[in-house]
């Protein structure tokens, strides 16, 4: 009952036999919502129809309302050229049938036709505006759809479907707030009027080269520079490039020249092995003195020996006496002959000696010089030191030596050490023992 009393509203004057008619209607008013075609905007973003003036014709043959392509009998403009391209034509017109296609042109030839073009949107079409026509039925080139095309890109319903470019005599100075400009005009401008970024300044700026990074180029012309990312890495890739550290915060070895010499003037510490190559062609230096070193170990006792120009080569380890003295304290009176220090020793080759002393003497007279000597196995006496004092000065006075013998044979022998006047006498006292006074022997092996 609903579905009759719907069917009744629709058709109140369509009497029940009329069934055809019912079929008819009811596909005009399906067809009535509009259709946009897959060539969506055939007329604003792919092409604009052309209209020549004047152009009249007929069909060659007659087309259904669903035909894509016509035959007209005439293909010929006015001016004698043939029918190309884009076109719009309206079919019957001034009747009933009257009907706007559009299709390609060639020559008489119409193909890709739009059948039914809405007489508000040309992009849209549908099949209650699309009829079949006659053979000889009239065909001609009129201002619809160009019109409403033209209407639909200007007020921004479509796109315009190529660029558009300004008459290049058009001053670009001549430009206001709301027109269009050029791309020439946008170039122009497009990096004008933004400040040169700074470190407190937001602005312009510029991708430095490696040429610019490498010399530390600030600036290029107004803009100031920057380095790319690709310049950045944690190994070197190529002639300029700029170190980054890993996720330990460590760079890469790679970035140090270790061909180049290095200069430290603060502490170095060396927690783990260090080699050296302290060559003759690559000298270790040392407070400005080059020393080179020999390839290998040396035996055991042995020592390093210098040649007297830094080359150190391994050899025998000098002897060190049999025993060391302390000389305590001594009075010596005037005239007297007094031994301090004694030392018996035993060489195991023959040697010369180094003596090596001193003594913190108080001299009590101006009477004369008091000097150290020494004696081996009571032979003669060797002066080595001496000290003098003025008339009437009396005074305390530190007393060293460093002094090489002659050689002694491969035994056993006894060296004194004396201190004795040489001239009118001097009376001393030995001070300070066990600080000041000592007597030590070494072996040499020349």
């Not at 035959?71 to 050229?81: E, H």
């Not at 119409?110 to 549908?126: E, M, V, Y």
């Not at 040489?422 to 072996?443: D, R, S, W």
């Amino acid at each position: 009952m609903v579905v009759l009393g719907i069917v009744g509203f629709l058709y109140p004057k369509i009497q029940p036999t009329d069934y055809s008619k019912i079929t008819q209607l009811e596909q005009q008013v399906g067809d009535l919502s509009l259709k946009v075609s897959q060539n969506t905007d055939a007329f604003g973003a792919i092409s604009i129809p052309s209209a020549p003036y004047l152009f009249q014709t007929t069909l060659s043959a007659a087309i259904s309302s669903t035909e894509n392509s016509m035959v007209l009998v005439n293909g010929t403009l006015k001016d004698g050229t043939s029918l190309t391209g884009y076109q719009c034509f309206t079919v019957d017109t001034g009747t009933a049938l009257a009907e706007y296609i559009c299709g390609t042109a060639s020559g008489t030839a119409i193909t890709g036709l739009l059948r039914g073009i809405n007489p508000l949107n040309p992009a849209a079409t549908s099949t209650a505006l699309a009829f079949a026509h006659r053979r000889g039925a009239d065909v001609r080139i009129s201002d619809f759809p160009i019109l409403q095309v033209l209407k639909r890109l200007n007020d921004g319903t479509d796109s315009f479907p190529s660029r558009i470019s300004l008459d290049s005599t058009i001053a670009t100075s001549t430009f206001t707030t709301y027109n269009l400009v050029n791309k020439q005009y946008v170039d122009g401008v497009a990096l004008q009027g933004a400040p040169t970024a700074t470190g407190s300044t937001p602005g312009l700026l510029q991708i430095a080269t490696r040429t610019d990074l490498s010399n530390g180029t600030a600036q290029s012309g107004a803009y100031t520079l920057v380095p790319s990312n690709a310049y950045f890495a944690y190994t070197p890739q190529n002639a300029t490039s700029v170190p980054v550290s890993n996720a330990s915060g460590k760079i890469a070895q790679g970035w140090l020249d270790l061909t180049q010499p290095w200069t430290f003037t603060g502490n170095v510490t060396h927690s783990a092995t260090s080699t050296l190559a302290a060559s003759p062609t690559a000298p270790l230096n040392l407070r400005g003195v080059d020393y080179s070193f020999p390839s290998s170990q040396g035996g055991a006792t042995t020592t390093l020996i210098n040649n007297g120009s830094g080359a150190l080569t391994w050899g025998s380890l000098p002897g060190i006496a049999a025993a060391t003295t302390t000389m305590g304290q001594v009075d010596l009176t005037l005239n007297a002959t007094t031994v301090v220090a004694s030392l018996t020793f035993t060489p195991s080759t023959a040697q010369r000696l180094l003596l090596n002393g001193g003594a913190r003497v108080f001299n009590t007279t101006n009477a004369g010089d008091c000097y150290f000597a020494y004696t081996v196995d009571n032979a003669a006496t060797t002066t080595i030191a001496g000290f003098k004092y003025g008339a009437g000065q009396d005074g305390t006075q530190n007393l060293s030596f460093n002094y090489l013998t002659n050689q002694v044979s491969a035994a056993q022998h006894t060296l004194k050490l004396l201190i004795y006047p040489v001239v009118g006498g001097c009376t001393i006292t030995l001070t300070n023992p066990f600080a000041q006074n000592y007597l030590h022997i070494l072996y040499m092996n020349n």
